[in-house]
DNA sequence: TCCGCACCTGTAAGAATTTGCAGCTGCAGT
DNA sequence: ACTGCAGCTGCAAATTCTTACAGGTGCGGA
């Protein structure tokens, strides 16, 4: 073990790309149902590595060769950071973001919009607005993911638990049915969720840099400087003089690495320390 | 029809309690099976009442006699609004507020934290705490609840789409085995997202006041000035004098209807005018 | 053409803030 | 006992913000 601990599996993009394939195929279509008792050995998962290997057994048992966990995490520090754990052929991913597929993948635009799986490709039945030149890309995009080994498959949108938006996709090599995939959708959805509940946290660690601790006073007197008190008026709110308040909104303006009152109460909301 | 349109079925807290109960019990534990075209009726619903009543048929299908759509809507006029959408019985929403339930009520806490669902009643096995006082508390409102109809149920997180966080309910008069409602737990869990996604906008509607329209330089001059700039380097920023951008911040602050600028800077973060 | 609106600027008095100095109590860990 | 930290307070100068008054251009819709 040794440095084997904690977040291998949960990379940066840019270093995802590093990772192994992982193709296991050799059952398929399984009658895996996934209920309460599965999700609850995923959060039992004490480190990234242990959550990508039961996660790898269970959609393996679903019939799927390839899955993947991603997230958009907030950070205020420079904008924000995506974060990956899972089985994506490494060169798929190398060449997807390559390409610049990011910003015209459909899967992307709809799982930042819908909280409902999409079925790929060609998901929305009616709404497919075959019109703009974007959707040969899409197309090609969708041909290329198929030789590498991603014909078909489904994505569900991940919402909440500190995230800006993410998704799990769910990928096969080989050509699924619309009816198999539409029966295991429900289990998938489950599935899902159940990842990002176990996962988010190794996100979080892992992309997030630590929150500064601020005290119970320098958050309260943050809290009514967001509603628009003044110093003064905070302080007679909380008991004490002004100068008091003054006192704990530095300290806070410091902790939170800014210059200035008005980027303390931005930067603390953003950070989600006070809501107003 | 006439005035039956929009949201009736949606309405704020206070009024819902004016809703009727709903019971619509003879079929049971049907083997309805949840996927993508369920989702898709309900997203075609045009209003509230349509959604509602094509729920009403699903979960009853699913075997439950009651549910409920309840979300948390951040709005920044007077803190949040929350409302809901579904057939609970009047009489034990009623009871429940008036209870003070919801701030002990282990399905809200769950559902504000976790992303996977809750079998209530005792759902968390190990995790019980029945230590503090708070859990007799708790025994006697899912003691209460199981008197107005409401035995068992399982209850799905909602997170995103706008909503600060929500949940799905579904809810039996009977006392369910816990294997009747984990193998219908992936449909359910679909289902509640589908709802979800069709019912947030109706939500949105009749929660949300229209956002203020700030004008290109108000936004502009919020977004530096939650950076930490002061006017007078605004004023460089922009090309304009100190006075100018003062007067943007002014009008800012006026349309948002807020008092001082650093009420302005955060009501404009919470309402993602700005994202600094 | 007139009106409203976005956009821009100035002056001036008063309120609020930032910043630096100095000091106090009480509590928890070493 | 010593140390560190949260919490608390005062004074004073410099800077910044708020609010009131006053005015200007240019653009698009009625």
Redesign the pocket.
């Known amino acids: 073990m040794g440095t084997l601990h904690g977040n291998d599996r949960l990379l940066p993009v840019d270093h995802a790309l590093a990772l192994g394939a992982g193709t296991l195929a050799e059952p398929r279509h399984a009658l895996t149902l996934i209920d309460i008792d599965h999700l609850e050995s995923l959060r039992d998962c004490t480190t990234s590595d242990l959550l990508a290997s039961a996660v790898d057994r269970l959609s393996h048992a679903l019939g799927f060769d390839y899955w993947m966990y991603a997230l958009d995490l907030p950070v205020m520090d420079d904008r924000k950071r995506q974060y990956m754990l899972g089985g994506y052929p490494a060169d798929w991913v190398r060449h997807y973001f390559a390409s610049g597929y990011l910003h015209i993948d459909p899967v992307i635009a709809h799982c930042q919009a819908h909280a409902t799986p999409f079925l790929w490709p060609s998901s929305q039945r009616a709404s497919v607005r075959c019109t703009d030149r974007r959707s040969t890309s899409v197309d090609c995009m969708f041909q290329e993911a198929s030789e590498f080994g991603l014909k078909s498959g489904l994505s569900i949108p991940i919402h909440g638990l500190g995230c800006s938006w993410g998704l799990v996709s769910f990928a096969s090599s080989t050509d699924m049915t619309a009816d198999d995939v539409r029966t295991m959708t429900p289990q998938l959805h489950l599935l899902a969720h159940g990842i990002h509940e176990a996962g988010h946290r190794y996100a979080h660690d892992a992309a997030l840099p630590p929150l500064p601790?601020l005290?119970?006073?320098?958050l309260e007197c943050l809290h009514w400087?967001a509603a628009g008190k003044?110093?003064?008026e905070i302080?007679r709110l909380?008991g004490?003089?002004?100068?008091?308040v003054?006192?704990?909104?530095?300290n806070a303006?410091r902790k939170l690495g800014v210059?200035?009152?008005?980027a303390a109460i931005a930067r603390s909301i953003v950070l989600g320390l006070i809501n107003p």
Chains 1, 2 share one sequence.
Do not use: K, M, N
């Open positions: 601790h005290t119970d006073r320098e400087v003044t110093s003064w302080g909380l004490v003089a002004e100068r008091t003054v006192f704990h909104l530095q303006t210059s200035g009152r008005q």
